[in-house]
């Protein structure tokens, strides 16, 4: 009974529905000829297999290997070590996944970006890509409240809430207010407080060769 517990208990472990859904390929005959195996031989088996066999010829031809593998039983050196790794490959996972995958994802990090944004490759952290001597930092008209600066004209300002003007710089023989305020060379403007905004802004054109202080 307890036998059959264990074995209603043991199962396949799953890291992901890719593996039930993924079928693995093999190989059962070569034309009219079965291989004698039962369960078929993986191509990702055949295809190691080919792969070991390239690097021993590749390591046969070099200067320090070439003795070594020289020393070794031609179907040992081109049959049994490329059929072992092969089998051993077959049988090892790295994070659930095949070899060649996890060799693969490691030479894509190893010659990769190493910063990302956003998965986007970016300059690494501390680098220098354009240099920074001076940087202004200024707001505009979308803020919601009033910034203090000058405007020189020609331009035009834009005042969405209710505010005070006075201005200065006007000829000191010109006595009329609306004379003084045509000829005035500065303009004061400072929000009044508890000001709510008004529904349509109120623009104001600056000449030439005058400006607006916003206190």
């Not at 799953?14 to 993986?42: A, M, N, S």
């Not at 680098?127 to 409240?145: G, K, N, T, W």
């Not at 000829?183 to 400006?211: C, N, S, T, Y």
């Amino acid at each position: 009974m307890s036998q059959e517990r264990k074995s209603e208990g043991a199962g396949i472990r799953i890291r992901g529905y890719r593996r039930v859904f993924r079928i693995e390929r093999r190989l059962f005959r070569f034309d009219r000829w079965r291989i004698p195996y039962p369960h078929g031989v993986p191509l990702r088996g055949i295809g190691y297999f080919v792969a070991i066999e390239f690097c021993v010829l590749v390591a046969a031809r070099l200067p320090g290997m070439a003795l070594l593998v020289g020393a070794l039983h031609p179907a040992v050196a081109h049959l049994g070590i490329p059929l072992g790794v092969a089998v051993l490959l077959m049988q090892v996972r790295i994070d659930g996944r095949p070899p060649h995958r996890a060799l693969a994802s490691l030479v894509r990090f190893w010659f990769g970006p190493k910063s990302l944004a956003g998965l986007t490759p970016c300059p690494d952290e501390g680098s220098e890509v354009v240099p920074v001597v001076d940087l202004a930092v200024a707001f505009d008209s979308r803020e919601s409240f009033v910034v203090r600066g000058r405007v020189r004209g020609p331009a035009r300002v834009m005042f969405r809430y209710p505010s005070t003007c006075r201005f200065s710089g006007a000829p000191p023989w010109i006595r009329e207010r609306e004379g003084r305020k045509a000829r005035a060379r500065r303009f004061h403007v400072r929000r009044r407080k508890g000001g709510r905004p008004m529904l349509q802004g109120k623009v104001i054109r600056v000449p030439r060769h005058r400006e607006v202080v916003i206190e």
